[in-house]
């Protein structure tokens, strides 16, 4: 593709900064939300419920993120369809990809809640699941107000994505921030009134009803469209074709799942309540972390679908290079914050209620630095599309990382099961996904991407051996931060 003209170049540059400001400040509320959430939420729900009562809690949630995985990784490729189609004015493809993948992403999911709750109805849950404290009827109710929520989320994932494709990334955000808020408010005053389990499903639930009505209409009438579901936009045999690439995004999506719900799962079943607690608020302590990552993944995300349908390799790999630089060095500089003051934090935040474990809290950071590194290049790669070799390594590794995880922990406990989840990431997509990009970045070395990770990881080792140069590397953290970004 010719090079554009300096002037257009400049504005077009001017123009994505704009749009990476304003959607980094959308994200970074989200993530802020997220944090607040997953830090005032856990002890509410242990001074209301007790050890056993939230060990329920995380199973039927985990059971019921199941749901999720129903939508078979549609709207990852769907935002990147939508993107490419608004980017080349192609409008006829942009609302068939728009109500197709909206029908895709609501039916199976719907049917898969209908099945889970056939087989809850059918079977003795009590014997299915190591429940401790609620009865049968009350843990079915809420695995099924549970699953109503996923099945709602999925279409309202492809409903903020659609503004995504045309440059209101922020404003797709803002209503995603407003879901969670409303949700916070209403479940923190749930638990804080010590209402019981359906109740506080029911108000986890209705944010995403409302807000997600008015998603709906907005976005319709910018588009200009009568409906997002017409029937003379759903094309069956088209949803058909999105499948099978979807399916590539769907294994992505089940790697998540299977790590982030299926450890909970393994865990309180292999080694009981108290481990799965612990090991879920120290997970949330080391994910704060990690939420620095999925916030400049996500906002850079769009930008990349845009500049490589427009054939802007350039700029795509400086982009890249910059938030894979800001997410390593930055998890590694707030890892040290972490570790150092991990006793203090978990102290103020939990109290009494869980014991702290320096060791579990050091290889969950330890596995969300290694993370950082990796995520960002699978990032780029969801980004293009190019997910096919990516979406048998994250599924393969997260089956390793579970398994391990099962017979680590039913043997050897809680820091066997930790360790088993790194390995398996050492194994494969740690050095897989970076080296898959070099075939996407053709000017990309090995030794580039090398550094990302291990001048971060030396600082960071510095600072933790030798207390007193912990300082000077700090400062030469950022400063490694700000000539990326200056480059950039």
């Known amino acids: 593709m010719p090079t554009p003209p300096t002037g257009l170049a400049t504005a077009s540059s001017s123009r994505m900064r704009s749009r990476l400001i304003r959607s980094a400040s959308a994200n970074g509320l989200a993530q802020?939300?997220?944090?607040?959430?997953?830090?005032?939420?856990?002890?509410?729900?242990?001074?209301?419920?007790?050890?056993?009562?939230?060990?329920?809690?995380?199973?039927?949630?985990?059971?019921?993120?199941?749901?999720?995985?129903?939508?078979?990784?549609?709207?990852?490729?769907i935002s990147n369809l939508l993107t490419q189609a608004h980017a080349l004015r192609d409008w006829g493809t942009y609302k068939r990809t728009l109500n197709t993948g909206l029908a895709v992403v609501s039916v199976l999911p719907a049917l898969l809640l209908a099945i889970g709750v056939l087989v809850l109805v059918t079977f003795d849950i009590e014997k299915i699941l190591p429940l401790q404290s609620l009865p049968r009827w009350e843990a079915t109710a809420v695995?099924?107000?549970?699953?109503?929520?996923?099945?709602?989320?999925?279409?309202?994932?492809?409903?903020y994505?659609?503004?995504?494709?045309?440059?209101?990334?922020?404003?797709?955000?803002?209503?995603?921030?407003s879901t969670l808020a409303f949700q916070f408010l209403a479940f923190s005053s749930a638990l804080v009134?010590?209402?019981?389990?359906?109740?506080?499903a029911f108000a986890s639930?209705?944010?995403?009803?409302?807000?997600?009505?008015?998603?709906?209409?907005d976005l319709r009438r910018r588009l200009g469209i009568d409906s997002l579901y017409s029937p003379t936009d759903v094309h069956v045999d088209y949803g058909r074709q999105l499948i099978k690439p979807s399916l590539q995004f769907w294994l992505i999506s089940l790697s998540g799942t299977l790590q982030n719900q299926g450890l909970n799962l393994v865990i309180g079943t292999a080694i009981g309540p108290f481990a799965l607690v612990l090991f879920s608020t120290t997970r949330t302590l080391a994910n704060a972390i990690k939420q620095v990552t999925g916030l400049l993944v996500n906002t850079a995300w769009p930008e990349m679908t845009r500049l490589n349908a427009l054939g802007d390799s350039s700029m795509l790999e400086k982009l890249y290079r910059m938030t894979l630089r800001l997410s390593v060095t930055g998890s590694c500089l707030l890892a040290?914050?972490?570790?150092?003051?991990?006793?203090?934090?978990?102290?103020?935040?939990?109290?009494?209620?869980?014991?702290?474990?320096?060791?579990?809290?050091?290889?969950?950071?330890?596995f969300v630095i290694q993370s950082a590194y990796w995520s960002c290049s699978s990032g780029l790669l969801v980004a293009l599309s190019r997910v096919r070799g990516l979406a048998t390594v994250s599924c393969t590794a997260a089956l390793a990382s579970v398994g391990l995880a099962w017979l680590l922990g039913k043997y050897y406990g809680?820091?066997?099961?930790m360790m088993g989840t790194i390995l398996a990431d050492i194994a494969l997509p740690l050095w897989w996904a970076p080296l898959r990009t070099l075939s996407v970045l053709p000017t990309m070395t090995r030794t580039a991407l090398a550094s990302e990770l291990l001048i971060p990881v030396v600082l960071l080792m510095l600072s933790l051996t030798v207390p007193w140069a912990a300082p000077a590397a700090a400062v030469l953290g950022i400063a490694w931060v700000l000539h990326g970004v200056r480059r950039a």
């Open 193 to 200: 009134a010590h209402a019981g389990p359906i109740t506080v």
């Open 143 to 159: 695995f099924v107000i549970l699953g109503l929520q996923a099945v709602v989320a999925l279409p309202l994932g492809v409903i």
């Open 32 to 77: 802020l939300l997220n944090l607040l959430q997953r830090a005032v939420l856990p002890p509410l729900f242990l001074n209301a419920w007790g050890v056993k009562g939230y060990a329920d809690w995380l199973i039927l949630a985990s059971l019921t993120a199941a749901v999720s995985i129903a939508e078979l990784g549609g709207t990852g490729y």
């Open 414 to 417: 809680l820091e066997a099961t």
């Open 161 to 177: 994505r659609g503004y995504w494709s045309f440059g209101m990334q922020a404003r797709g955000l803002m209503l995603y921030n």
């Open 205 to 217: 639930l209705m944010p995403f009803v409302a807000i997600g009505a008015y998603a709906m209409f």
């Open 336 to 366: 040290w914050v972490c570790y150092r003051f991990g006793d203090s934090i978990f102290t103020l935040w939990l109290g009494g209620n869980v014991a702290f474990d320096p060791v579990v809290l050091g290889l969950a950071l330890v």
